[in-house]
Nanobody, 120 residues
């Protein structure tokens, strides 16, 4: 069994910063891509940023230049540094990982989500 545990969400004023973390644990042989998604009320879940095991990244246009994704492969952890936050960044943020089990099975796993609220 695999768990993705997120932390770091909260309430922040416009222009502020937050750092999200997501740690994967359990029966993991390797982790390929890791990413952050978000879902605002009444909207579909959307990709915010993703990073491969080799460090290649991609971002949604709406967060380019403000958010930075990074990972620590030794800790099976992915981070999302969010700067210059805007009210439209308000959403539940979910971590996702593409994993391989010790038995060679490839599968995806989601975290439970962490609320980010940007408001004055």
């Amino acid at each position: 069994q695999v768990q993705l545990v997120e932390s770091g969400g909260g309430l922040v004023q416009p222009g502020g910063s937050l750092r999200l973390s997501c740690a994967a644990s359990g029966s993991i042989f390797s982790i390929n891509a890791m990413g952050w998604y978000r879902q605002a009320p009444g909207k579909q879940r959307e990709l915010v940023a993703a990073i491969t095991s080799g460090g290649s990244t991609n971002y949604a246009d709406s967060v380019k230049g403000r958010f930075t994704i990074s990972r620590d492969n030794a800790k099976n952890t992915v981070y999302l540094q969010m700067n210059s936050l805007k009210p439209e960044d308000t959403a539940v943020y979910y971590c996702h990982a593409d994993l391989r089990s010790p038995w060679g099975e490839d599968f995806g796993s989601w975290g439970q989500g962490t609320q980010v609220t940007v408001s004055s």
